[in-house]
């Protein structure tokens, strides 16, 4: 999934994953990966927020629409 969001071939990816092992060592790899997952719940978690808040201001423009 992330490599489709900034188009990495799969060649480019193993590179990165090397540095990433040789870098912070097999004992840091799991609290990189619960960082990074911890980091896309936050984005989730804010992205529903704002999907929310604008559903909820376009029902509030719909109901005082359909008052007048």
């Known amino acids: 999934m992330i490599a489709l969001l900034f188009d990495i071939s799969g ?5 990165v994953l090397v540095f990433i092992l040789i870098f912070f060592g097999a004992k ?9 997952g911890r ?4 984005v989730r978690e804010a992205s529903n ?9 376009a029902n ?9």
């Open 11 to 15: 060649g480019e990816l193993l590179v």
């Open 28 to 36: 840091g790899i799991p609290d990189i990966a619960r960082g990074m």
């Open 39 to 42: 980091f896309m719940r936050q």
């Open 49 to 57: 927020e704002v999907q929310r808040e604008i559903h909820k201001g």
């Open 60 to 68: 509030e423009i719909r109901r005082t629409t359909e008052e007048h």
